[in-house]
Nanobody, 124 residues
Framework: QLVESGGGSVQAGGSLRLSCGVS????????MGWFRQAPGEEREGVAG????????YYADSVKGRFTISQDNAKTTLYLQMNSLKPEDTAMYYC????????????????????WGRGTQVTVS
């Protein structure tokens, strides 16, 4: 089960921290992460983290502004979002069983991906 929290409305330049409560996965999901989807757009991978080594992956659009992390117990996934821009406005989804590509340093979903219900982030 994946349950997101921490979304909200913020002015441009502000910060938000998203949390995702993780249960039932532990180390079974090699890579977990965050995706987002704006109205009329496709869902895109934002950030990913390998659960064992903690290697991180970021979309170019958020690199240097967003930081993904996990707690030691692997029960909570975080996304710290700084210097937010209006184009960051979207529904943000926590995801397990995603693909973290070491070559491109990007994340993407697969037919095995599990999703949370999402949390809305609005930047004005």
């Amino acid at each position: 089960q994946l349950v997101e929290s921490g979304g909200g409305s913020v002015q441009a330049g502000g910060s938000l921290r998203l949390s995702c409560g993780v249960s039932g996965y532990g180390y079974s999901s090699y890579c977990m992460g965050w995706f987002r989807q704006a109205p009329g757009e496709e869902r895109e991978g934002v950030a990913g983290i390998t659960t064992r080594s903690g290697s991180t992956y970021y979309a170019d659009s958020v690199k240097g502004r967003f930081t993904i992390s996990q707690d030691n117990a692997k029960t909570t996934l975080y996304l710290q979002m700084n210097s937010l821009k209006p184009e960051d406005t979207a529904m943000y989804y926590c995801a397990a069983h995603i693909i973290c590509e070491s070559g491109t340093q990007k994340v993407r979903s697969s037919y095995l991906t599990s999703w949370g219900r999402g949390t809305q982030v609005t930047v004005s």
